[in-house]
Nanobody, 119 residues
Framework: QVQLVESGGGLVQAGGSLRLSCAAP????????MGWYRQAPGKQRELVAT???????NYGDSVKGRFTISRDNANNTVYLQMNSLKPEDTAVYYC?????????????WGQGVQVTVSS
């Protein structure tokens, strides 16, 4: 079972910023994608942002222009810089990693970090 270590959640006022980080074990050599999803109470989990091994990124429509995903390949760590936060960004944010191991593809999820944006 791959353990992802997340950090950086918290409480912030609207308009503020937070930075999330997620580290995957360095023993994983072939990571295909790393990203973040979020789930607000009563809502389905949705994509926030993903970064792929080739360098491409993908963002959910609601965060485009405000959030930036980046990745430290040497340390298997992904970051999510969240600016201009809004109350509707309040959710549990989950790190997700898609990786390959001995020819098979797997994915792993973090335990989630709470992000709360007050109005």
């Amino acid at each position: 079972q791959v353990q992802l270590v997340e950090s950086g959640g918290g409480l912030v006022q609207a308009g503020g910023s937070l930075r999330l980080s997620c580290a995957a074990p360095r023993s994983i050599f072939e990571i295909n994608a790393m990203g973040w999803y979020r789930q607000a109470p009563g809502k389905q989990r949705e994509l926030v942002a993903t970064t792929y091994s080739g360098g491409n990124t993908n963002y959910g429509d609601s965060v485009k222009g405000r959030f930036t995903i980046s990745r430290d390949n040497a340390n298997n760590t992904v970051y999510l810089q969240m600016n201009s936060l809004k109350p509707e960004d309040t959710a549990v944010y989950y790190c997700h990693v898609d990786y390959s191991w001995i020819g098979l593809e797997y994915d792993a999820w973090g335990q989630g970090v709470q992000v709360t944006v007050s109005s």
